[in-house]
T-cell receptor
């Protein structure tokens, strides 16, 4: 089975702090994604990566950056956390192929005070 | 017009009922269709995957795709309280772009015993 793990289930940070969210997948998938999920807004793509050291902006990249130094690891960085970044953050991965099926991690519930 | 439309619900049914969850879409190039189930405070998990038109059955779950109407459905027979979750539809054209998976916003289902 595909396994995607995220470093924290729950995180509480202060406004202005730098926040790192880590994601690791064990299925040698080429593609990795970061989403945030908010009530009524569904899943919104922040960034994705289709290869090591490659990254592409999604729909809402402002206030975020990413890093992919190894194929299995994709990090999301909040340079200066703000209260409007309080959300559920979901990492996903997929194999390059035909269906684009994505497999998700358990999510990190981030609260910024 | 949004690419994928999904009624957010909530949908409340008694145990044992047949549940129908639906999505409509506008992009005729979509040919891969998925349903994800997401329990509260967890990441989405892949429930059903269908290619092109037709039906696919897995236990109490049936996924149906009608490409002529641009309409997909998920049927749950003999619904159980454990089926209470948010169900997200997702679809792609399979162009190997890596980001081609488009999600609906999800329908929240509650099954009461």
């Amino acid at each position: 089975d595909v396994k995607v793990t995220q470093s924290s289930r729950y995180l509480v940070k202060r406004t202005g702090e730098k926040v790192f969210l880590e994601c690791v997948q064990d299925m040698d998938h080429e593609n990795m994604f970061w989403y945030r999920q908010d009530p009524g807004l569904g899943l919104r793509l922040i960034y994705f990566s289709y290869d090591v050291k490659m990254k592409e902006k999604g729909d809402i990249p402002e206030g975020y950056s990413v890093s992919r130094e190894k194929k299995e690891r994709f990090s999301l960085i909040l340079e200066s956390a703000s209260t409007n970044q309080t959300s559920m953050y979901l990492c996903a991965s997929s194999r390059v192929g035909t269906s684009d099926t994505q497999y998700f991690g358990p999510g990190t519930r981030l609260t910024v005070l | 017009q949004k690419e994928v439309e999904q009624d957010p619900g909530p949908l409340s049914v008694p145990e044992g009922a047949i549940v129908s969850l639906n999505c409509t879409y506008s992009n005729s190039a979509f040919q891969y269709f998925m349903w994800y189930r997401q329990y509260s405070r967890k990441g989405p998990e892949l429930l059903m995957y269908t290619y092109s038109s037709g039906n696919k059955e897995d236990g109490r779950f049936t996924a149906q795709v009608d490409k002529s109407s641009k309409y997909i459905s998920l049927f749950i027979r003999d619904s159980q309280p454990s089926d209470s979750a948010t169900y997200l539809c997702a679809m792609s054209a399979g162009n190997q772009a890596g980001t081609a998976l488009i999600f609906g916003k999800g329908t929240t289902l509650s099954v009461s015993s």
